[in-house]
């Protein structure tokens, strides 16, 4: 069955400095992989995608994500952290079975920045 | 609309009673999706509807919950009987097509007293 995990419940960053957001899946095809932000009070808005080709994307916001099929890993990452990215991040992997189409996410990281 | 819109964005309800939750998607979406979000569980999926029929009803918890879509466009998820167990953020969202990135409406917020 597909599964996305994401290991990491609660993550405190210095503002400033680097983050990376783990993320593994289990599929058994070549998944379409995602993640998504929800911001307090907001709604959750894509971040950046992988379907294919360069398994390093680049999303809105400086986010990027490398997809590491070896490791069945899509992590999130960003240089240098800013306060206003203080949010809970959700990764989500796109899986076809049956002919149906299915988005399963991770039960998600949020991220708290010190100032 | 702009985006997706569901309503209401909050509901109080007393155990027993049923509830209807509506989800109007961005115009032209032929994907609807429900999930609910518990503290601490992520999103859980409910259903999904491609145009007004529903092929995967796998995710919905029990038959106290039922949904529909008309027209393509509308959809209302209903939970009868509801429990406190159903006190939850129920967010609709939807794609172009399946596969395509999902928008998110702002859910609705059930509380069963």
């Known amino acids: 069955a597909q599964s996305v995990t994401q290991p990491d419940i609660h993550i405190t960053v210095s503002e400033g400095a680097s983050l990376e957001l783990r993320c593994n899946y289990s599929y058994g095809a070549t998944p379409y992989l995602f993640w998504y932000v929800q911001s307090p009070g907001q709604g959750l808005q894509l971040l950046l995608k992988?379907?294919?080709?360069?398994?390093l994307v680049q999303g809105i916001k400086g986010f990027e994500a490398e997809f590491k099929r070896s490791q069945s890993s899509f992590n999130l990452r960003k240089p240098s952290v800013h306060w206003s990215d203080a949010a809970e991040y959700f990764c989500?992997?796109?899986?076809?079975?049956?002919?149906?189409?299915?988005?399963?996410f991770g039960t998600g990281t949020r991220l708290k920045v010190l100032a | 609309g702009a985006g997706v819109s569901q309503s209401p964005s909050n509901k109080v309800t007393e155990k027993g009673k049923d509830v209807e939750l509506r989800c109007d998607p961005i115009?032209?979406?032929?994907?609807l999706y429900w999930y609910r979000q518990s503290l601490g569980q992520g999103l859980e999926f409910l259903i999904y509807?491609?145009?007004?029929?529903?092929?995967?009803k796998s995710g919905l918890p029990s038959d106290r919950f039922s949904a529909e879509r008309t027209g393509g466009s509308v959809s209302t998820l209903t939970i009868q009987r509801t429990q406190q167990e159903d006190s939850a953020v129920y967010l609709c969202?939807?794609?172009?097509?399946?596969?395509?990135?999902?928008?998110f409406g702002s859910g609705t917020q059930l509380s069963v007293l």
């Open positions: 969202a939807s794609s172009l097509r399946q596969s395509e990135k999902l928008f």
């Open positions: 992988y379907f294919s080709g360069d398994t």
């Open positions: 989500a992997v796109g899986a076809s079975t049956s002919g149906t189409y299915k988005y399963i």
């Open positions: 115009s032209g979406h032929t994907a």
């Open positions: 509807f491609q145009g007004n029929s529903a092929p995967d």
